[in-house]
């Protein structure tokens, strides 16, 4: 299971982090990945992280911006967004995938992840 939290309403240029907890699952085998979906349009790739947190891969959208972290003593995977736009207003969900790649570069797909949490929103005002 994976629990989503920390969406809120924030001004343009402010930030916000979220957390995602997961239970059930070896926590620290699993990359996880946060994705955002916007009304009308398409779930899109924001971040992912290794189980070990070794590596992490993003979009160009947000590169620079966000940051994807994880505490796998605490079974929780963060996203820190810096800089916010009313472009990244959309309902944010975290998801789980087993780590068997070195790089999550190849978690940028989301046909890879199984596992999904309930979405947090995020609201940017301008």
């Known amino acids: 299971q994976l629990q989503a939290c920390g969406g809120g309403l924030v001004q343009a240029g402010g930030s916000l982090r979220l957390s995602c907890a997961a239970s059930?699952?070896?926590?620290?085998?699993?990359?996880m990945g946060w994705f955002r979906q916007a009304p009308g349009k398409e779930r899109e790739f924001v971040g992912a992280?290794?189980?070990?947190?070794?590596?992490?891969s993003y979009p160009d959208s947000v590169k620079g911006r966000f940051t994807i972290s994880r505490d796998n003593a605490k079974n929780t995977v963060y996203l820190q967004m810096n800089s916010l736009k009313p472009e990244d207003t959309a309902v944010f969900y975290c998801?789980?995938?087993?780590?068997?790649?070195?790089?999550?570069?190849?978690?940028?797909?989301?046909?890879?992840?199984?596992?999904w949490g309930q979405g947090t929103q995020v609201t940017v005002s301008s």
């Open positions: 059930g699952l070896s926590f620290n085998n699993y990359v």
């Open positions: 992280i290794t189980g070990s947190g070794g590596s992490t």
């Open positions: 998801a789980a995938a087993l780590d068997t790649y070195v790089t999550a570069y190849f978690y940028m797909n989301i046909n890879r992840y199984p596992y």
